[in-house]
């Protein structure tokens, strides 16, 4: 039998073990109450009422590359399921549906105002130089899975001889929806790009990450150290860090608008400013991690404004649990 309405916690979905972890400890010196939902797999009786609670999903897009290809499957129905039960939740189903695909992604920020780089959507591997050669000419272009994570699977291709080379090798790594992604190339000045973190849905910080070492950029302090969750290689370039407290007003609150319409509370928002000075928008990761390194040189903390944020959820949601009574 699940927990009554007083004895509410935080549940978080899950898939990753590894990106658990360093808020499961957080949460544990911070005293709340909460339980984890491993989504890799499971059973749910949606015929009865979900528990009490507020339920945060951590689901990501990159699940398929742990081998959970069907977890977001699962987790949208489970979020479904809470839903109309009209339980709080955090990034639900909305989020995830953007966590899937870029291009929904981009159809959102477009509808908000926020530019993005031009995108081709492709299905099938055999009409990529084909439809690379009809909008981008003899290149640059950036080939990506619509369904990514981690900046898995993008590549940087100078010329259609050197795309078409990859789509008949035995290098050729098919995305897991089926769908590729032709983007212009945005040459920058400096060889970053900037993520934006946003909890509550309000602005958080950015981070400015070096790219000179490659395009798998996950923030994780997992994915520092070459695990098999984020193969960046052991030799590879570490992605540098750097946090900037603000950003172009404007900007920012063109992105808290666009998280608002969206139902996206918790997200990481990624940019590169072109040449000309203009940002162009590429990617919103609702499953977003932190790097501690960068965050204790700031004197901030991610994962404490996740946890002051859940506590004020609980006692606001559930004043009489045992928690907010403290």
Not at 32 to 38: D, M, V
């Amino acid at each position: 039998m699940f927990p009554s309405a007083d004895d509410a916690r935080i549940y978080v979905l899950y898939e990753n073990e590894d990106w658990l972890a360093p808020l499961a400890e957080l949460f544990d010196a911070r005293g709340l109450p909460w339980q984890g939902w491993n989504l890799s797999d499971g059973a749910f009786d949606i015929s009865a009422e979900p528990p009490h609670g507020i339920f945060f999903s951590r689901m990501s897009a990159s699940a398929h590359t742990r081998d959970h290809r069907f977890s977001t499957d699962l987790t949208a129905g489970v979020l479904a399921w809470l839903e109309r039960h009209g339980r709080r939740v955090v990034n639900g189903v909305r989020a995830l549906d953007l966590e899937l695909s870029k291009a929904r992604q981009y159809a959102a920020l477009e509808k908000a105002g926020i530019e993005t780089p031009r995108t081709v959507m492709v299905l099938g591997r055999d009409r990529l130089v084909e439809a690379a050669k009809a909008h981008f000419g003899d290149g640059p272009v950036i080939l990506k899975p619509n369904r990514g994570g981690k900046g898995l699977g993008v590549q940087l291709f100078n010329s259609m001889d050197g795309l078409a080379a990859y789509a008949e090798s035995p290098l050729y790594d098919a995305p897991v929806d089926g769908i590729h992604l032709l983007q212009e190339y945005i040459r920058a000045p400096e060889p970053f790009i900037t993520r934006c973190e946003f909890v509550g849905g309000r602005f958080l910080y950015a981070v400015r990450v070096d790219t000179s070492g490659g395009f798998e950029l996950c923030p994780a302090d997992a994915c520092a150290v070459g695990d098999a969750f984020c193969p960046v290689g052991e030799e590879a370039a570490r992605p540098k860090f750097e946090i900037m407290p603000e950003i172009d007003p404007v900007q920012k609150a063109g992105y808290e608008r666009m998280l608002a319409e969206n139902g996206v509370e918790v997200a990481g928002v990624e940019f590169i400013l072109g040449s000309d000075g203009r940002p162009r928008t590429y990617d919103i990761n609702t499953n977003t991690n932190y790097n501690t390194e960068a965050e204790a040189r700031a004197g901030l903390s991610g994962r404490g404004a996740l946890a002051d944020f859940f506590s004020a959820e609980l006692a606001r949601l559930y004043p009489n649990t045992a928690h907010a009574a403290e």
